[in-house]
């Protein structure tokens, strides 16, 4: 694997991971996921439904080869609620990955940075590889890294928005600052606004409603993949930088002399 | 008597504009970016009916966005038909020559497991007004008999006091609907002849008092023909603004009861035909972007089938109006309206599934259940 992401330990080639929601069937999700080739999709503990085959996300993911499942947190509105749902979809997928979000507003589903951060103590206490799904907000993203989560992941823009990196100079930052891998995650519409945060210095990125409304959700899955994957190559190969001015072939200081 | 509407509800600004005709106006509110009671108020004239492909494809897309392409489903359990209350359009009014009925335990018990066989994960319980055949205690004791069984337990009944919507919150209740049937203060007061249920401000706090009391959501709702239709969905909106922005933890939805003419029953003074519920159903979309909007089987599989993912994120299916009626054993009693959409939740399925349509009947895990979260907000 060139270039592997290690998150807590366990590798992936691919930085493009998936949510599993908002799907026209599990089949179509099935399609996307593969398309993607993804190695890592979150599956929300809610849609887990043992009494009805068609309606559970749990059981056609977990026959995906190579493709680990991250039981993901949301519905729950505080800590306690998400630590609960947290041991819940660990028995149930035997993944030790957390997506931990907290969004008490069931509207706009905007992550609660104070519960995220208590549920996350108690979590990495008990082992979870915990990814917190989190404003865009520097300070917060330490916080959590010194308690011991195993990623970060600020949003780009509220969830199903696909308004893109509308929070940048914020991730910018907590890329600078972050020991742990970035992941922006939530508000992404475009190969290229998955491409631009892979360009920024984040590790991966989480895509799901702009692959589930897409018209073709496989196709768009792959676009993604594509994106993703030149966004870390143009990391790796260094990009120019930026100017305001243009590089005057007649420099203005030539006659400043050195000995004088 | 009527007083004044309170300044949060009072939708008297906007009512001219929903008789607008300028049709630059309503075309710019349809595209606006921020649009809140202004463009609705053009999005619901009769002028824009003209632009409904327009408002179609553009509610078509939030939904999609926000919702994916899910729906998500629930069933009705009525529990008991008594009523005392004299509302001129019901089926089980006071003085309706109606069979009565109400379950007991054993009965419920029955009904759950009819419903649990169904798949279904989320379901309404219903009565009359407050009578004592249901009671508070006996809501609490079915509440908490169908929270064994399903994740989801909501209820459609009579208002009540916020230490009474707290015992139901304890007892497994996630949520309440109760719609205020008409806005139209006039029309409240002729439609509901006798009763508490005459009190239209006991009724229009009652959301309020119901998410201070600890429930997680609440639907709401008016009964579209008993008043102007223009004027009720303003107000629908302006008081869903409301419950949003004073309870910002709570789940608001929005449902689209519509009366219908019907031989020899109730004749609705403003009577609002499909493509005026579907331009009101695109219109609130286009202005709360985020709420789920409701569709249940008053509507014929018809419009259900048409509006599912236009708007339209929750339906209910396979329902009965009548005391139990899900499993084998249930009496025969008087239904509260008549169904227009009698298909089996295969058959609905299969039809959300031609359409790309995911049906989704668990999306709430009672994992999350958690009393102690609403001491915050006590």
């Not at chain 1, 243009?246 to 006659?255: C, D, E, G, R, Y």
């Not at chain 2, 999609?64 to 529990?79: D, E, K, Q, V």
């Not at chain 2, 009671?135 to 006091?161: Q, T």
Request: glycine share 6%; charged share 25%; net charge negative.
């Amino acid at each position: 694997m060139d270039d592997p992401l290690v998150i807590g330990g366990h590798a992936f080639g691919s930085r493009l991971f998936l949510g599993t929601g908002k799907f026209a069937s599990t089949r179509t999700m099935v399609e996307a996921v593969k398309a993607s080739r993804t190695e890592l999709v979150t599956v929300a503990l809610r849609r887990f439904n043992r009494e009805q085959a068609e309606d559970d996300l749990f059981g056609p993911l977990s026959e995906l080869k190579n493709v680990r499942l991250m039981p993901n947190t949301s519905g729950a509105m505080n800590a306690r609620e998400a630590i609960r749902a947290a041991m819940l979809g660990r028995e149930l997928s035997k993944s030790p990955f957390v997506k931990l979000e907290i969004h008490p507003n069931p509207h706009h589903l905007l992550p609660d940075p104070i519960e995220t951060y208590e549920a996350a103590i108690e979590l990495a206490r008990q082992g979870f590889l915990v990814l917190p799904y989190i404003p865009a907000d520097p300070v917060l993203a330490k916080r959590l890294e010194d308690v011991g989560c195993s990623a970060v992941m600020p949003l780009g823009a509220a969830i199903g928005t696909g308004k893109g990196l509308a929070t940048a100079e914020m991730i910018k930052i907590i890329v600078r600052d972050t020991n742990v891998p970035v992941i922006v995650d939530a508000g992404l519409r475009s190969p290229s606004d998955a491409a631009c945060a892979l360009e920024m210095g984040c590790s991966a990125v989480l895509v799901n409603s702009a692959i589930a409304a897409a018209e073709q959700p496989a196709a768009m899955a792959a676009a993604f993949k594509t994106g993703v994957e030149a966004g870390r190559a143009a990391r790796l190969a260094g990009l120019m930088p930026t100017s305001e001015i243009a590089q005057a072939s007649s420099p203005l200081t030539s006659f400043l002399s050195a000995n004088d | 008597m009527t007083k004044p509407l309170p300044d949060w509800l009072d939708p008297e600004r906007w009512i001219a504009l929903s008789q607008c005709v300028d049709k630059a106006a309503i075309h710019a509110a349809i595209l606006s970016e921020n649009p809140a009671e202004r463009e609705l108020a053009l999005m619901l004239s009769p002028g824009a009916g003209e632009f409904l492909e327009l408002m179609a494809r553009r509610a078509q897309a939030i939904t999609r966005r926000h919702f994916g392409r899910t729906i998500s489903l629930y069933t009705p359990l009525y529990l008991s038909n008594f009523c005392n209350g004299g509302c001129l359009y019901c089926g089980i009014a006071a003085d309706r020559r109606a069979k009565r009925a109400v379950l007991d335990e054993a009965q419920l018990r029955h009904e759950m497991e009819a419903i649990k066989k169904m798949h279904l994960e989320e379901l309404v319980l219903l009565t009359g007004e407050r009578m004592p055949e249901a009671d508070l205690p006996y809501l609490r004791e079915c509440i908490a008999i169908a929270a064994e069984y399903i994740h989801n337990v909501n209820i459609e009944v009579f208002p009540m006091e916020e230490q009474e919507y707290r015992q139901l919150a304890d007892a497994g209740c996630t949520g309440v609907t109760l719609y205020q049937e008409t806005y139209d203060q006039a029309a409240y007061e002729r439609l509901h002849r006798w009763g508490d249920k005459r009190d239209f401000f006991k009724r229009l706090d009652a959301p309020d008092r119901a998410l201070r009391g600890g429930l997680r959501t609440i639907g709401i709702g008016a009964l579209l023909g008993l008043s102007d239709p223009r004027f009720d969905i303003l107000c629908v909106y302006r008081h869903a603004k409301h419950l949003l922005k004073n309870y910002w933890q709570a789940g608001v939805s929005i449902s689209f009861p519509r009366i219908r003419p019907q031989m020899g029953g109730f004749q609705p003074d403003h009577p609002v035909d499909e493509k005026m519920l579907a331009q009101f159903i695109f219109a609130l979309k286009i202005c709360l972007p985020e709420t789920p909007l409701v569709l249940s089987t008053r509507e014929s599989p018809r419009v259900r089938d048409g509006m599912a993912g236009l708007g339209i994120s929750k339906m209910s299916v396979a329902s009965k109006t009548t005391v139990g009626g899900y499993s084998e054993d249930t009496e025969e009693s008087t239904e509260q309206f008549e169904i227009s959409d009698e298909r089996g939740i295969p058959e609905f399925c299969a039809m959300l599934r031609s359409k790309g349509l995911e049906p989704v009947f668990k999306n709430w895990d009672a994992t999350y259940r958690d009393p102690a979260h609403y001491a915050a907000n006590r």
